[in-house]
C-alpha cells in the first residue's frame, strides 16, 4: 500500500478530512493526496519518496523555491534569538519600509498572521473609517473565511449574498453584495442603488481563487471612479498577486496602463511571509491611523509581526528585488503557459492560458465555449470558468501527477511558478503534458 494512503487513512482518523485546509483532500479531481515529507527548489518529495515538479509553491508564498539558503539561513539566525516576544522589534519595521517601498501606494502597513485575517480586519477598517457598513466582492474572488467574506451572489442584480457556509447566520452577511467579476453595468448598478451606504469594494485585482483571470482595464476603472464619486474605500486583495506577478504587486501592473491609478488599501500574504505565516494590510496614513493604538478601529495579535516570520519575509523580498529578477520569471512562467498551449495543440486539445510574473492558468474551454472575443480570448468571469471542462482537467490533473507533476488539484485554482524552475523543468512538464494530453 502507497504511505501516502496509509497517511491519508490515519490522517481522516484524527483531523476532519484529513487535511488542514479544504482543497489539499483532493475532493474536486478525486484520489488520494501526497503526504509531502519534504520540499527542495522546485520540487516536492511525497511520503512514497516520489519527487513532483511543484506548481503549487504552498499555494504562492514560494517564488524563490523551497529552503533558498539565504532564507533559510535568516531563519535560522532569527530562531536561535528567540521564537516569539509579544513586544516590537526592529525588523518589523524593516519589513514595514520594504513592503511601503515598494508599494507605492500604501503610506503605512500593519503585519498580522494571515491572510483571512489581512482581509478581514482591511472590511473593517474600511467600515470603521467610512461610518458604512456595506461591501461589495466578486463572485470567484476568495478573500480568506471571515464570515461577512463567505458569500455568493444573491438571485439579481445589487441584491445581498447568501451565506456560503454553514454557521454564518444571513444577518452577518447582509451587508455584502457580490457582484460578477469584469462586469462594469453590474458595478453601476449597485453603487447607483447603494453608493452611500458602501464602505468598500474588495476585489482581487489579478483572480487566483477562479484558476487565473485579470480585472480588465475599463473594470478597474470603473471601480475606482466608483469608489471616489461615492466616498467608497477601494480595496486590492493581494494576498495572491502581490510581490508574485511584478514587484509592485498587480496594481503596479495597472498604474502603468492607468497613469495616477491607486487603490486606497492593499491587503498581502503569502510572499511576504515567504513561507512563514505572515500576512499586512497597507493604505494611507489617515486611513491606517483609524487602527488602534490610535483609533477606534480594533484589531490585534499575539503572533503578529513574528521574528522568525519577518526575516523569513524580509529576506524573501530583499532578493526578489535583485536585477533580473522578475523578468527571468516572467520569461519562465510564459515558456511554460506557450509549452503547455503547444503541446494542447498538437494534441488536438483545445486549451487557453495565461500568465503574469510568477503566476498562470489554462482552461479547457467545452466546444460549446467561444472566447475568441474575450479580452486576451479568455474566461472573464467565475461562471465562465466553472463551465469549462472539468472532467478533462481532472484526468489532465492525474496525468501529470502520475507523470512528476504536481498542479493544483482544481479547475479553479492558479498556478505559481518560482525562480527555483529551470528550463529542464519546463521541458519536463511540457513533455509531460503532451503525453497526458495524448491520454
Ligand atoms: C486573494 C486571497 N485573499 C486571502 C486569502 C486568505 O489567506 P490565508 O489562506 O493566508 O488566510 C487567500 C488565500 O489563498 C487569497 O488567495
Not at 40 to 58: H, M, N, P, Q
Not at 238 to 245: K, L, T, Y
Given at each position: 500500500?502507497s504511505?501516502?494512503?496509509e497517511?491519508f487513512?490515519r490522517?481522516?482518523?484524527?483531523?476532519?478530512?484529513?487535511v488542514?485546509?479544504?482543497v489539499?483532500?483532493?475532493?474536486?479531481v478525486?484520489?488520494?493526496p501526497?503526504?509531502?515529507q519534504?520540499?527542495?527548489?522546485?520540487?516536492l518529495?511525497?511520503?512514497?519518496?516520489?519527487?513532483?515538479?511543484d506548481?503549487?509553491?504552498?499555494?504562492?508564498?514560494?517564488?524563490?523555491g523551497?529552503?533558498?539558503?539565504?532564507v533559510?539561513?535568516?531563519?535560522?539566525?532569527?530562531?536561535?534569538?528567540?521564537?516569539s516576544?509579544?513586544?516590537?522589534?526592529?525588523?518589523?519595521?524593516?519589513?514595514?519600509?520594504?513592503?511601503?517601498?515598494l508599494?507605492?501606494s500604501?503610506?503605512?502597513v500593519r503585519?498580522?498572521?494571515?491572510?483571512?485575517?489581512?482581509?478581514?480586519t482591511?472590511?473593517?477598517l474600511?467600515?470603521?473609517?467610512?461610518?458604512r457598513s456595506?461591501?461589495?466582492?466578486?463572485?470567484?474572488?476568495?478573500?480568506?473565511?471571515?464570515d461577512a467574506?463567505?458569500?455568493?451572489?444573491?438571485s439579481g442584480?445589487?441584491?445581498?449574498?447568501?451565506?456560503?457556509?454553514?454557521?454564518?447566520?444571513?444577518?452577518?452577511?447582509?451587508?455584502?453584495?457580490?457582484l460578477?467579476?469584469?462586469?462594469?453595468?453590474?458595478?453601476?448598478a449597485a453603487?447607483?442603488?447603494?453608493g452611500?451606504?458602501?464602505?468598500?469594494?474588495m476585489?482581487e485585482?489579478?483572480?487566483g481563487?477562479?484558476?487565473?483571470?485579470?480585472?480588465?482595464?475599463?473594470?478597474v476603472q470603473?471601480m475606482?471612479?466608483?469608489?471616489?464619486?461615492?466616498?467608497?474605500l477601494?480595496?486590492f486583495?493581494?494576498?495572491?498577486?502581490?510581490?508574485?506577478?511584478?514587484?509592485?504587486?498587480?496594481?503596479s501592473?495597472y498604474a502603468k496602463?492607468?497613469?495616477?491609478f491607486a487603490?486606497?488599501?492593499s491587503v498581502?500574504?503569502k510572499?511576504?511571509?515567504?513561507g512563514?505565516?505572515?500576512?499586512?494590510?497597507?493604505?494611507p496614513k489617515?486611513?491606517?491611523?483609524?487602527?488602534?493604538?490610535?483609533?477606534?478601529?480594533?484589531?490585534?495579535?499575539?503572533l503578529?509581526?513574528?521574528?522568525v516570520a519577518?526575516?523569513?519575509?524580509?529576506?524573501?523580498l530583499?532578493?526578489i528585488?535583485?536585477?533580473?529578477?522578475?523578468?527571468?520569471?516572467?520569461?519562465t512562467?510564459r515558456?511554460?503557459?506557450?509549452g503547455?498551449?503547444?503541446?494542447?495543440?498538437?494534441?488536438?486539445v483545445?486549451?487557453?492560458?495565461d500568465?503574469e510574473?510568477?503566476?498562470f492558468?489554462?482552461?479547457?474551454p467545452?466546444?460549446e465555449q467561444d472566447?475568441s472575443a474575450?479580452?486576451?480570448?479568455?474566461?472573464?468571469n467565475?461562471?465562465?470558468?466553472?463551465a469549462t471542462?472539468?472532467?478533462?482537467?481532472?484526468?489532465?490533473?492525474?496525468?501529470?501527477?502520475?507523470r512528476?507533476?504536481?498542479?493544483a488539484?482544481?479547475?479553479?485554482?492558479?498556478?505559481?511558478?518560482?525562480?527555483a524552475h529551470?528550463?529542464?523543468d519546463?521541458a519536463?512538464?511540457?513533455?509531460?503534458?503532451a503525453?497526458?494530453?495524448?491520454g
Amino acid at each position: 500500500m502507497s504511505r501516502n494512503t496509509e497517511l491519508f487513512e490515519r490522517a481522516q482518523r484524527v483531523i476532519p478530512g484529513g487535511v488542514n485546509s479544504p482543497v489539499r483532500a483532493f475532493r474536486a479531481v478525486g484520489g488520494t493526496p501526497r503526504f509531502i515529507q519534504r520540499a527542495e527548489g522546485a520540487y516536492l518529495v511525497d511520503a512514497d519518496g516520489k519527487r513532483y515538479i511543484d506548481y503549487i509553491g504552498s499555494w504562492g508564498p514560494m517564488i524563490l523555491g523551497h529552503g533558498h539558503p539565504e532564507v533559510v539561513e535568516a531563519v535560522q539566525r532569527a530562531v536561535t534569538e528567540g521564537f516569539s516576544y509579544g513586544a516590537p522589534t526592529e525588523r518589523e519595521i524593516e519589513l514595514a519600509e520594504e513592503i511601503l517601498k515598494l508599494v507605492p501606494s500604501a503610506e503605512q502597513v500593519r503585519l498580522v498572521s494571515s491572510g483571512t485575517e489581512a482581509a478581514m480586519t482591511a472590511i473593517r477598517l474600511a467600515r470603521g473609517a467610512t461610518g458604512r457598513s456595506k461591501l461589495i466582492k466578486f463572485e470567484g474572488c476568495y478573500h480568506g473565511h471571515a464570515d461577512a467574506l463567505l458569500v455568493k451572489a444573491g438571485s439579481g442584480l445589487a441584491t445581498f449574498g447568501h451565506p456560503t457556509s454553514a454557521g454564518v447566520p444571513a444577518e452577518v452577511v447582509q451587508h455584502t453584495l457580490v457582484l460578477p467579476y469584469n462586469d462594469v453595468a453590474a458595478l453601476e448598478a449597485a453603487f447607483a442603488a447603494h453608493g452611500a451606504e458602501i464602505a468598500c469594494v474588495m476585489v482581487e485585482p489579478i483572480a487566483g481563487n477562479m484558476n487565473f483571470v485579470r480585472a480588465s482595464l475599463p473594470f478597474v476603472q470603473a471601480m475606482r471612479q466608483l469608489c471616489t464619486q461615492h466616498g467608497a474605500l477601494l480595496v486590492f486583495d493581494e494576498v495572491m498577486s502581490g510581490f508574485r506577478v511584478a514587484l509592485g504587486s498587480a496594481q503596479s501592473i495597472y498604474a502603468k496602463a492607468l497613469p495616477g491609478f491607486a487603490p486606497d488599501l492593499s491587503v498581502f500574504g503569502k510572499v511576504i511571509g515567504g513561507g512563514m505565516p505572515l500576512a499586512a494590510f497597507a493604505g494611507p496614513k489617515d486611513v491606517m491611523g483609524k487602527l488602534a493604538p490610535l483609533g477606534p478601529v480594533y484589531q490585534a495579535g499575539t503572533l503578529s509581526g513574528n521574528p522568525v516570520a519577518t526575516a523569513c519575509g524580509l529576506a524573501t523580498l530583499k532578493l526578489i528585488q535583485r536585477p533580473g529578477f522578475f523578468e527571468a520569471l516572467g520569461a519562465t512562467t510564459r515558456s511554460l503557459v506557450d509549452g503547455l498551449l503547444g503541446a494542447a495543440r498538437a494534441a488536438g486539445v483545445p486549451m487557453v492560458g495565461d500568465c503574469e510574473g510568477g503566476m498562470f492558468g489554462f482552461f479547457f474551454p467545452k466546444p460549446e465555449q467561444d472566447f475568441s472575443a474575450h479580452p486576451g480570448g479568455l474566461p472573464q468571469n467565475y461562471t465562465e470558468v466553472m463551465a469549462t471542462d472539468g472532467p478533462r482537467f481532472n484526468a489532465f490533473f492525474h496525468g501529470m501527477l502520475d507523470r512528476g507533476v504536481y498542479l493544483a488539484p482544481a479547475l479553479y485554482e492558479a498556478g505559481f511558478v518560482s525562480a527555483a524552475h529551470t528550463a529542464g523543468d519546463i521541458a519536463a512538464t511540457v513533455a509531460a503534458a503532451a503525453a497526458a494530453l495524448r491520454g
